[in-house]
């Protein structure tokens, strides 16, 4: 490591930056699918991303050769593009937005444990999968466990020296039945939702198999059960699907980049602008989000972001007023104002843009019953299957995988299909009721995706269960 | 590239034993980008990368394993010596593959297209200077794609291309933009010139500001760009074999008989028009061309090797996810120049955004209008009017609903740079349809 540095910081001297950002990762996936065990399949990746400052202008070289001369070569092209470019820069006319910090981080020590021998976790997914598919109306089925290892390198011509080591573990399970010609698929917890930092010991107290059995039974249930009704009703969503309501209708809207107009041809723009901060009633006063890498097993907890930044638990929506936005430090030098350690990218090979990472609901004093009394005629929805908004973030239209009516404070009769949508400028305001701590938990996504080129990159988000009035709530073709 | 592949093989080939076989996968490409912003740059870099899969077999088990390569003979014989040492110890620990399959035929091929794309800075730059005074944003990515594969039974693929995509919009103010997208093999500044002159000539029409219309159903044209949109969705596992077999397929309708489409509606995969290998990853061919569905009936599925082993057909050369790649739909007899009062009264959408399935066993998807989309009144162009989202069936849309397909299709090139380029595209015209639901 130091030999890279002690090149680069003779080399660096033409630029007025320069950083060193590497990434070594492995994944194991082990998967159980409708009985019959798939291949290991293993990655290792390695590489270097090197960013240039030079005259106003930045460019970026990524390598996997991580030989002196390699990281050279890198150097070279992100010296590059910086210099020739520097006169058509975005940012030739701000300040430096890069400084110097020292430290380390890693996933919380007690939830990593010895290495767990592999037949150990084909023996669970197994137990797993016979659960999900014991019965003749599960026409498929699946068990799997997703691990990464982490380790990643930041270093600054500042002085920066920063490691970070992140271990995450994502299991999911999901049981698809079929009844004449009616197919419905259960999951736990929609797109992966239980992912988390830790491994295999972290995810023990989920208890896959006791899932598996839920999963299998309301897969069943559901292709029995009518479609969701088409009406105004009051509607509690459960953390995951609260996960990608947050996701969709609060985080990207709040991307700094994006109101600054980065990603205007590809993820979008947000009808979010820089004057609403601190003015604008983005929610009920009901509503508190905070941006919070320091829940140790979130699945996007990090000492620091990917250009050095340290990351704090920051407010973006206090009391229902947007105070904050989710952009890292170029960006906050663009918009002059404050944001949040959110520089991140998804590998070596791409450059770090303003992204979600752990993006949270505070919890609220709400108990479940509570919350259920106080419904006349609502739904209760979990799990995330379908999700569409538009460029500006306000138009929505979500899908979940299960719906259970409510009549008077009672829990009544499941429906499938069920889809709500709204538009996030009101839809936060009709937040009536937020749960309290025994609702709250957290979850995150593997699957954001963002940016040209483009990445997909991992994203945590927590909840209570939360009550909206009146939203617009209908189900299939019938 | 090709020789540091095929040395990479005999490393593994040097390595295996004599009971074990091995299939070797190889992506990898030299990228060049450039983001753009308000017409100038917000973040302009290079990537070199090259990755290896290799599976490792022994009898009926087996383990795969991603490697990232230095492009470097000593790293790399390393880092492949120790994968395959590791994935020795995992297959001793699993279970057979009941549907492994192999290609022990040899069906070995090469594709390598001449480099005629032009130096990087030099296209930026003339990026930047046709765009003075715009507000251009979006991407310039480019450079060498390359696929390999290879087999312990002498089996050796090749497939190297080099292109660009300049994925881009010219913005008027707040979400409202001429899309456009522009891809070759070779970066013609006349053609550059013209999509500038046709983005600026676009732009005075947002000028009489924008129009807000009603929920409710509409006739409508889809350029080829949002059909594109809507075929891609049925590409979510609407042909694949697996899916039809595990009843999740959004054209079970359709494979079932129980609903049917236009018989004007005709759609194949044709990888022989297209821009990507021949060759899948497990080193089977693909088609030239395979009809998937024919005069509104359900023809064909895609089907893995791995799918056809499970369910005891025969495969077509599809990849694991059992998608298209080289999407092409038949056109229709509308010209082009007819568009406008063939609609009549109705709505143009050039964009759709963010489609998802509202109810995906019935094909019922949901999307976004975007970008430039306008009102047509007695075939005449009459507002751009602002975002609306639509919520139909695609057995309305190109079945009973479905009016008019263009003769002129447009290739369109996929521009997902997720992790990699991707090698697909579609050839697709532009439809009219009848009462399209717009919800919101």
Not at chain 2, 5 to 13: E, H, N, Q, W
């Amino acid at each position: 490591m130091t030999f890279w540095l002690d090149a680069l910081k003779v080399y660096g001297k033409k630029a007025d930056f320069w950083s060193l950002y590497t990434l070594d990762e492995r994944q194991e996936e082990l998967t159980i699918r409708h009985g019959v065990e798939e291949p290991i399949y293993t990655t290792r990746d390695q590489g270097a991303l090197v960013t240039v400052m030079k005259d106003g202008g930045i460019g970026y070289g990524s390598t996997q050769d991580l030989s002196e001369n390699g990281l050279k070569q890198a150097f070279d092209k992100a010296y590059n593009w910086a210099f020739l470019f520097s006169r058509h820069s975005l940012l030739k006319n701000i300040e430096m937005p890069f400084s110097a910090h020292q430290g380390t981080y890693r996933t919380n020590k007690e939830s990593i444990g010895e290495k767990v021998a592999l037949s150990t976790k084909l023996s669970l997914l197994k137990e797993a999968n016979s659960a999900l598919l014991a019965d003749d109306l599960i026409v498929d089925s699946s068990a799997s466990l997703w691990s990464i290892e982490s380790l990643s390198h930041y270093y600054n011509s500042l002085g920066s020296d920063i490691s970070q080591e992140i271990y995450s573990i994502i299991p999911a399970l999901s049981a698809t039945a079929n009844r004449n010609h009616v197919t419905q698929q259960r999951t736990l917890g929609g797109m992966r939702a239980y992912c988390q930092q830790g491994d295999f010991l972290s995810i023990v107290g989920l208890d896959l198999v006791k899932c598996a059995h839920e999963i299998r039974r309301e897969a069943i249930e559901l292709v029995h059960a009518p479609n969701c009704p088409t009406q105004i009703l009051d509607v509690l969503i459960d953390s995951d699907q609260m996960m990608l309501q947050i996701h969709e209708s609060i985080g990207h809207p709040l991307e700094l980049d994006r109101i600054l107009g980065d990603e205007r041809n590809y993820a979008g723009t947000s009808f979010v602008t820089l004057d609403m901060f601190g003015s604008y009633q983005y929610g009920s006063s009901l509503l508190n989000v905070t941006f919070d890498p320091s829940i140790r097993q979130q699945f996007a907890s990090y000492g620091y972001d990917d250009e050095g930044t340290p990351a704090t638990k920051e407010f973006v929506i206090k009391d229902g007023l947007l105070v904050r936005p989710l952009g890292a430090k170029v960006a906050q030098k663009r918009a002059h104002m404050p944001g949040v350690a959110n520089a991140r990218s998804s590998s070596w090979n791409r450059p770090p843009i303003d992204r979600m990472a752990n993006l949270n609901i505070e919890p609220g004093a709400s108990s479940f019953d509570a919350m259920l009394a106080s419904i006349e005629k609502g739904i209760y929805l979990k799990s995330n299957s379908s999700w569409s908004i538009d460029d500006s973030r306000n138009k929505f239209q979500f899908g979940c995988e299960w719906g259970q009516l409510i009549e008077n404070g009672q829990l009544k009769e499941v429906v499938r299909n069920p889809n709500y949508r709204g538009i996030s400028a009101n839809f936060w305001r009709n937040l009536h009721m937020v749960g309290d701590l025994k609702t709250f938990r957290v979850m995150g996504t593997p699957y954001c995706g963002k940016g040209e080129p483009n990445q997909c990159i991992r994203v945590g988000h927590a909840s209570p269960t939360c009550l909206f009035r009146n939203i617009d709530v209908f189900g299939g073709e019938q | 590239m090709k020789n540091y592949f095929y040395d990479l093989v005999l490393i593994i080939k040097n390595a295996v034993k004599k009971e074990e076989r091995f299939t070797a996968w190889f992506e990898a490409e030299s990228l060049d980008y450039a983001r753009f912003n308000c017409g100038n740059i917000r973040q302009a870099g290079s990537v070199d990368q090259q990755y290896i899969s290799i599976d490792l077999i022994a009898g009926q088990k087996h383990a795969s394993c991603k490697l990232g390569l230095a492009n470097n003979s000593a790293l790399d014989k390393a880092t492949i010596l120790d994968a395959i040492k590791t994935m020795r110890h995992q297959i001793a620990e699993c279970a057979d593959d009941p549907y492994l399959m192999i290609n022990e035929k040899d069906e070995s091929s090469e594709y390598v297209a001449t480099d005629q794309l032009q130096d990087k800075t030099w296209i930026v730059q003339q990026i930047l200077h046709e765009a003075q005074g715009l507000d251009l944003v979006g991407c310039y990515i480019g450079g060498p794609i390359y696929r390999g594969f290879a087999n312990s039974f002498g089996q050796k693929n090749w497939f190297q291309k080099s292109s660009f995509v300049l994925d881009s919009s010219v913005y008027h103010s707040g979400d409202k933009a001429i899309k456009q997208s522009y891809s070759d093999t070779i970066f013609n500044i006349e053609i550059f010139q013209r999509k500038i002159e046709e983005a600026r000539a676009g732009l005075r029409l947002f000028d009489q500001g924008t129009k807000t219309i009603k929920p409710g159903n509409y006739r409508a044209y889809f350029a080829p760009s949002a059909v594109q949109e809507i075929l891609a969705m049925l590409n979510w596992g609407g042909f694949s074999k697996k899916s039809l077999e595990t009843k999740s397929s959004p054209l079970m309708p359709l494979y079932n008989e129980q609903k049917g489409l236009s018989k004007h509606f005709s759609l194949s995969e044709n990888i022989s028009g297209g821009v990507g290998p021949n060759f899948q990853s497990q080193g089977f061919l693909k088609p030239q061309n395979l009809s998937l569905i024919e005069h509104g009936k359900y023809k064909n599925s895609l089907i893995s090797p791995k799918t056809a082993k499970e369910y005891k057909l025969d495969h077509n050369g599809a990849d694991d996810d059992e998608v298209m790649t080289s999407m092409d739909m038949a056109g229709g007899d509308m010209d082009e120049k007819d568009i406008l009062t063939t609609l009549n009264d109705g709505l143009y959408i050039n964009n759709l955004w963010y489609l998802n399935f509202s109810d995906r066993h019935n094909g019922c998807l949901t999307g976004m209008t975007r970008f430039f989309c306008y009102t047509v009144k007695n075939g005449q162009r009459e507002a751009p009017f602002s975002v609306m989202r639509f919520d139909d069936s695609i057995y309305r849309i190109f079945g009973d609903n479905l009016r008019h397909i263009t003769k002129n299709r447009e290739m369109l090139i996929d521009n997902a740079t997720y992790d990699e380029r991707i090698t697909s595209c579609a050839i697709v015209p532009g439809i009219i349809a009848e009462n399209v639901r717009f919800t919101l």
